[in-house]
T-cell receptor, first 117, second 115 residues
């Protein structure tokens, strides 16, 4: 079974530029998550999708971050414009149904390391 | 607001020693607690999941315990090996204000096993 795929793996940009990350979850997984992991910290949930609908985007800085999951499969996360503090690893994860309290577990991709100069 | 803390932030031990990693959380209203391993340049790998009704889980040389009332969990690694070197993260699973079940992660412990 193929895992969660992410691209690119690394990205270096100047502040105020735009950047986009792509995620392909495990086939058949309805729930998709984007996390931000700043160096030395644990991952923080930015947005959670259930199929192509947003379930929780309470910690997404909506003035500069946006995300979509067209057709309930692949997802893109965009930052426009980027700030220095956006330097982090962006992790994508998926789970079958999002029922983490009972039957599901999350599967994580390798992440995209973003450096903003 | 749920806060999850892991102490120590970094730990180095000689190969073969047994060790304990600690995790504490402020809100005991959790469903489950999960321990992950993170290798450089890779995603997170789930090690153990402890449901709130359980007190411990074991997998090979790993044993995780959970005490909800005190807000603590420990991960015990027996007979450590250089391949155990990684960052270990604990995460509590709870229901958010939006009704979804979400993970709140700790800050992690970076473990180095010295050959």
């Amino acid at each position: 079974e193929a895992g969660v795929a992410q691209s690119p793996r690394y990205k270096i940009i100047e502040k105020r530029q735009s950047v986009a990350f792509w995620c392909n979850p495990i086939s058949g997984h309805a729930t998709l998550y984007w996390y931000q992991q700043i160096l030395g910290q644990g991952p923080k949930l930015l947005i959670q999708f259930q199929n192509n609908g947003v379930v929780d985007d309470s910690q997404l800085p909506k003035d500069r971050f946006s995300a979509e999951r067209l057709k309930g499969v692949d997802s893109t996360l965009k930052i426009q414009p980027a700030k220095l503090e956006d330097s982090a690893v962006y992790l994508c994860a998926s789970s079958p149904l999002g029922r983490l309290a009972s039957t599901d577990t999350q599967y994580f991709g390798p992440g995209t390391r973003l450096t903003v100069l | 607001k749920q806060e999850v803390t892991q102490i120590p932030a970094a730990l180095s031990v000689p190969e073969g020693e047994n060790l304990v990693l600690n995790c504490s959380f402020t809100d005991s209203a959790i469903y489950n607690l999960q321990w992950f391993r993170q290798d450089p340049g890779k995603g997170l790998t789930s090690l153990l999941l402890i449901q709130s009704s359980q007190r411990e889980q074991t997998s090979g040389r790993l044993n995780a315990s959970l005490d909800k009332s005190s807000g603590r969990s420990t991960l015990y690694i027996a007979a450590s090996q250089p391949g155990d070197s990684a960052t270990y993260l604990c995460a509590v699973i709870r229901k958010s204000n939006f009704g979804n079940e979400k993970l709140t992660f700790g800050t992690g412990t970076r473990l180095t096993i010295i050959p």
